[in-house]
């Protein structure tokens, strides 16, 4: 245990120097030519201060503003404000999740928008911003919350959404707006109406928005064994006032109503972006990223088109919108084609299920592809105290992940585990694009530093 | 050692925590969920009043005999946490007001 410590220790010594001394490290974006776009707000703000640039954009909102959309924008005038636009800084504006003036943001966005798209498309360019960072961080925590590793018959029993039901309950803010959107959304308004749906919808974004991801995911993505657990992550969003109605609409008409409303619009044009199957990673996910895509899952709870479990089964998941493809006509295959990407969307369900076992995808340029279901890397060892599945401090899954590499053989001059450890560490201290950088100089590093850690093992074990 | 805790003032009155299962309250609902219950605990000597002194020497000399009376501060919480929620056994959800301390005092 001692011989553990010091190495740990040693490793993040190593770490926090050389992390000091690389010059490539938090600043990132900036270095490799990529700017933030600029938000449709400020963007409207530079617009405003231009007269042509004002003028031309006050045309285009009268064009749109027109009973008929498709008439209006065949108008001359209106066609040369839009090409106008389209050099202007509006045109590439995008909006954030939550951000102060969102639901501003995305009208002067879709304004622009609307007015180049022809027509209804099926997917949408989002108007969000790219989410860059991943989810290692929260899938970490998940991994030590879900306590995969220790004996398989505890981790059977234990029930995962109790477990995030209480880590939300113990924190303050968490337990306030989950409390805040349990109360109204399960407040009986009369015999026949069972509650105000809007203003539970409005508690339920306010919870998903404001709490951080690591409280909200688990209590929504929780991974079950038994019926009773999956009923528990079922009633999550209270779907009885929040999701079920008294009819089921056609998903075709529970589009064209979402589209009407700029929010919902954003919210499924960014689902699209996010979590449309892809044949071509790994995952299934647009650049094998989960966390956009639970993100722009999350994201749709609390408008017309709010998602949910269609019913308890522990492992077999199933998420939809509530709405079928009944009465769609001729439009059949489309209406199947929308609501797959709901129910049998492997991108989503990968996403889910490794977010429930607390596994990230690992995807480096070379590396080893790493099935999207596969076991944790971070384990739990015995040799650890029994109360770290309450622990959510960074310092211990620090620890964690070295103690898992010692696990696997304690041949201090085997490059090639520790440089595992090293990548690890890597990503634990400044997650994102940085990775790239270093798995690219990866192997002299390592082994210049497997030597360096080599010395004192060495020592110590000539000592003991 | 009691003087030395008085001094470190680690029994004066204030906020404790306790996380409880949701079903030990007994307040009559089944749920395992786990909910953080804070309540006031603690010393309140140091916060006597001339009042309290006055009304110990006119209940010794009996003037003051037939109501109950409390001749010393308790510590009691002067405002309570709003809501919580949880979800119980039979999939139900419920809402309980004031059931943990926000503020504690010598009242």
Known sequence: ???????????????????????????????????????????????????????????????????????????????????VLQESPLYDCRCKRGMKKELQCLQIYWSIHLGLTEGEEFYEASPYEPVTSRLSDIFRLASIFSGTGVDPVASAKSNHCLDAAKACNLNDNCKKLRS??????????????????????????????RV?????????????????CAERRRQTILPSCSYEDKEKPNCLDLRSLCRTDHLCRSRLADFHANCRASYRTL????????????????????????????????????????????????????????????????????????FGNGTDVNVSPKGPSIPATQAPRVEKTPSLPDDLSDSTSLGTSVITTCTSIQEQGLKANNSKELSMCFTELTTNISPGSKKVIKLNSGPSRARLSAALTALPLLMLTLAL | RRRARARSGAHACGLR????????????????????????????????????????????????RRERVRAQPCCRPTAYEDEVSFLDVHSRYHTVRELSARECACV
């Open chain 1, 283 to 354: 995952t299934s996910c647009p650049a094998d990223n989960y966390q956009a895509c639970l993100g722009s899952y999350a994201g749709m709870i609390g408008f017309d088109m709010t998602p949910n479990y269609v019913d308890s089964n522990p492992t077999g998941i199933v998420v939809s919108p509530w709405c079928s493809c009944r009465g769609s006509g001729n439009m059949e295959e489309e209406c199947e084609k929308f609501l797959r990407d709901f129910t049998e969307n492997p991108c989503l369900r990968n996403a889910i299920q490794a």
């Open chain 1, 180 to 209: 805040s959107y349990i109360s109204i959304c399960n407040r009986e308004i009369s015999p026949t109406e069972r509650c105000n749906r809007r203003k539970c919808h409005k508690a339920l974004r306010q919870f998903f928005d």
């Open chain 1, 212 to 228: 951080p991801s690591e409280f909200t995911y688990r209590m929504l993505f929780c991974s079950c064994q038994d019926q009773a």
């Open chain 1, 1 to 83: 245990m001692i011989l553990a410590n010091a190495f740990c220790l040693f490793f993040f010594l190593d770490e926090t120097l050389r992390s000091l001394a690389s010059p490539s490290s938090p600043q990132g974006p900036e270095l490799h030519g990529w700017r933030p776009p600029v938000d449709c707000v400020r963007a409207n703000e530079l617009c405003a201060a231009e007269s042509n640039c004002s003028s031309r954009y006050r045309t285009l909102r009268q064009c749109l503003a027109g009973r008929d959309r498709n008439t209006m924008l065949a108008n001359k005038e209106c066609q040369a404000a839009l090409e």
């Open chain 2, 17 to 64: 925590e306790l996380e409880v299962r949701v079903s030990e309250l007994g307040l009559g609902y089944t749920s395992d969920e786990t909910v953080l219950f804070r309540y006031c605990a603690g010393a309140c000597e140091a916060a006597a009043r001339v009042y309290d002194l006055g009304l110990r020497g006119l209940r010794q000399r009996r003037r003051v």
